[in-house]
Nanobody, 118 residues
């Protein structure tokens, strides 16, 4: 499976942005989907994850209440809605996919850059 993330860009603090993740090769419905970000000079940080059927979600502490992950398997797409963006949200955001539950993500997309100016 290949993952394609899109929707990044330059926004101001307080703005919203929605990232999209699609798959090719295999349908997105086979995978739990997650978002992981990496800011310059920092380690990768878990952002959010959604189960295969969308019934379960999980969020990193720093984005809880501001970000929402969702998916539409029929459209082969998942989203990360990011509200109330802060400069510290600036990072490359990677769409990831998991086959089973728990553990490391199995597949990674190419990443999309989100830059939040103050």
């Amino acid at each position: 499976v290949q993952l394609q993330a899109s929707g990044g860009g330059l926004v101001q603090a307080g703005d919203s942005l929605r990232l999209s993740c699609t798959t090719s090769g295999r349908p997105i419905s086979r995978y739990g989907i997650g978002w992981v970000r990496q800011a310059p000079g920092k380690e990768r940080e878990f952002v959010a994850e959604i189960s295969v059927n969308g019934g379960n979600t999980d969020y990193g502490e720093s984005v809880k209440g501001r970000f929402t992950i969702s998916r539409d398997n029929d459209k082969n797409i998942a989203w990360l809605q990011m509200n109330s963006l802060r400069p510290e949200d600036t990072a490359v955001y990677y769409c990831t996919a998991r086959i089973g539950a728990g553990g490391a993500f199995d597949y990674w997309g190419q990443g999309t850059l989100v830059t939040v100016s103050s």
